[in-house]
Each structure stands twice: as C-alpha cells, then as structure tokens.
C-alpha cells in the first residue's frame, strides 16, 4: 500500500512546474488529487491525466487565486468531487520585480494577494474538512529568509509571511492532529526560472551545489510533509535550495 493511499489532496496552482510536480508525486503515493488553475487549462488537463494514468482521481478547477470567492469555491469543489479533504497544498505564487521605488501599486497588490491572501483564505476553507492526520503545506521561497539580490523587496515579504503564517497556525490546529508546514524551494528549473534563463548563472553561483534543483525534488519533500510519518513536525520550514541559503 502507498503512503498516502485513500487521502484527497488539493494543490493550488498546479497546471504546470512545481505544482504539476506535487500533483504527481501525490498521486504516485496513492492520493487523489485536484488542482487548481488559473489559465492553462490545457496543460491542466494534462496534469489530471498524469494523475488518472496513475489509477487516481483527478480533478482541474480554474480558479484566479487573487479572488477569495474563487479560492473558496476550490476548496467546495475539490470536497464535493473527492468525497472531503485531507491535504492541501498551497503552491499558488506570482513573482512580480524591479525596483521597489519604482513598482506599481497594481503588481505590490497582486503579490500581495495572491501569495499571503490566497493561503490565508485556502487554508480557513479547508480547515472545515480536515480531520486528524490533515495536512497543510505552504509553499514558499529559499528568498523569505536571505534576499540575495535587488528587485525582489516585495516577493521576498511576501513568502517571509507565510513562515509566521505557518507557525501560528501550527499552534491553532496542531492540537487537533493537523500539522502545518512550509518547503521554501530555491532555484529550480521550470518556466518561472529556467535553469538557462538570464539570471541562472548568478543564481547557481550562489548554490553549493553549483546546479539548479527540479521541480521533482520540491514534490519529494512535499510528499513526505503530506505522508504518515511526518507527524511530529509541525510549524516546520524545509529549504530545497541546493544549499544557496546554507
């Protein structure tokens, strides 16, 4: 039997990169998965077939996670079709840059809400249906705890909050057998930050291990937050950075 045989899980913006990889790692582990997206509906549908080609439900939800109404309605549908809630992931993320001085009030608010709200709100929501053993897994940034370069204030702010998000929360609902925790993931190679996009040669010369990281090794360690033997950590942060913050 796989780890996580018979749970339902919810990843937020999953239709592509690291998201789509945790779909898959979820379902690989026998979880039934529904994923949100926003406007690839194309490669979300791929995603759910990768999931049902693993002899698992899957389901795609298009859903703008800087409208709380949308995310709120994620949550209903991914529990009317799965049949409840054990897992969620909150992967759903913008990266918005350039000079702080300079930044519009429009991209600070799409950070904002998008990155802090959506979990926030996502997290509240499922809450009503996760039961001992739930599981929440906020998805965050190697940039929360060491801003290694300019034009990133906001970004950076943002995925800093989700740790004391992640903390509080732990202590609210860890009591009730849920834990709470956050992968802060570094360099990694999907469409966001190519491995030999413009600022890939900066960015692995600050890794020790001198080459970018796979959205697979993300999903490894979010497979094992969601899985039984993770329940002793809780308020926890991983960082999957190919040591840049070490």
Known sequence: MTSLSGKRALVTGASRGIGAAIAQALAAEGADVAITYERSAERAAEVVRDIEALGRRGLAIAADSADPDAVRRSVRAAVDTLGGLDILVNNAGIARGGPFETMSIEDIDAILAVNIRSVIVASQAALAHLGPGGRIINIGS?????????????????????????????????????????????????????????????????????????????????????????????????TVDGGLNA
Do not use: W
Request: proline content about 7%.
């Open 142 to 238: 190697c940039l929360a705890e060491r801003v290694t370069k300019p034009g990133v204030t906001v970004y950076s702010m943002s995925k800093s909050a989700l740790i004391s998000f992640t903390k509080g929360l732990s202590r609210e609902v860890g009591p009730r057998g849920i834990t709470v925790n956050i992968v802060h993931p570094g360099p990694t190679d999907t469409d966001m930050n190519p491995a030999d996009g413009p600022q890939a040669e900066s960015q692995r010369g600050l890794m020790s291990v001198g080459h970018y990281g796979s959205a697979d090794d993300i999903a490894a360690m979010v497979t094992f937050l969601a899985g039984p033997k993770s329940g002793q950590i809780n308020g926890a942060g991983f």
